[in-house]
């Protein structure tokens, strides 16, 4: 699946902005996508995660109840909706799909960057405090 990702900007703290993933090019259904970051010098990290079979979404400790992920009825974008931004959660934001189960409960999706097996090019946010 091909994966374009948009909206990242320049935003101060305590600000919303939401990313979006055009996932429309593709030839199958993926088992769940998901939004990673990177920060300068850091590894990539989990942000939250959307399973296609169950629709169960999931989010890291650190953005759960500020960040939404959610999907259009069309099946085209993937969004994710971040509020009450913090300059830590400036970096990379990358969205990510995995084409098949690969552990855990079959419905939850992975927190594992390397069971997800296509990646867009990545938008910059940065969060000014």
């Known amino acids: 699946v091909q994966l374009v990702e948009s909206g990242g900007g320049l935003v101060p703290a305590g600000a919303s902005l939401t990313l979006s993933c055009d996932c429309s090019k593709r030839t199958a259904n993926p088992y769940a996508m998901a939004w990673f970051r990177q920060a300068p010098g850091k590894e990539r990290e989990f942000v939250a995660a959307?399973?296609?079979?169950?629709?169960?979404?999931d989010y890291a400790n650190t953005v759960r109840g500020r960040f939404t992920i959610s999907r259009d009825k069309d099946k085209t974008t993937l969004f994710l909706q971040m509020n009450s931004l913090q300059p830590e959660d400036a970096g990379v934001y990358y969205c990510?799909?995995?084409?098949?189960?690969?552990?855990?409960?079959?419905?939850?999706?992975?927190?594992?960057?390397?069971?997800?097996?296509?990646w867009g090019q990545g938008t910059q946010v940065t969060v000014s405090s």
């Open positions: 990510a799909a995995a084409a098949a189960y690969v552990r855990g409960a079959y419905g939850a999706s992975s927190h594992l960057a390397a069971d997800y097996n296509s």
């Open positions: 959307f399973n296609w079979p169950s629709l169960k979404t």
